[in-house]
């Protein structure tokens, strides 16, 4: 498995608590890079700027990333922009929420 299938199935280990689906499938990871083999940098966003897992969803995908085996530094980009929307679900996220 290449490291950046790795990373994706870590990150859809992670749920927004407001939203049963993981972040992944819910279009919140704008961004996956790997640098060197080893360092990541990450950008996501959150579904809304006042979210009440801004704090802990950022950290959870750090402290995830970082388990895996062979990766020594991960960088993460908080970002607004573009703002995030329903569009950006999977087909498989929109279908599990009836959307």
Do not use: F, R
């Amino acid at each position: 498995m290449k490291l950046k299938e790795k990373i994706i199935e870590e990150i859809k280990k992670i749920y927004d608590p407001e939203i049963p689906v993981n972040i992944y499938d819910l279009g919140l990871i704008y961004n996956i890079e790997i640098i060197n083999q080893n360092e990541v940098n990450i950008e996501m966003t959150l579904t809304s700027p006042n979210c009440p897992v801004a704090e802990s969803l950022p950290k959870m995908v750090k402290e995830n990333l970082s388990s895996i085996d062979g990766i020594s530094k991960v960088n993460l980009n908080l970002v607004w922009s573009p703002p995030w929307t329903k569009d950006m679900m999977s087909e498989e996220a929109k279908l599990e929420l009836n959307l």
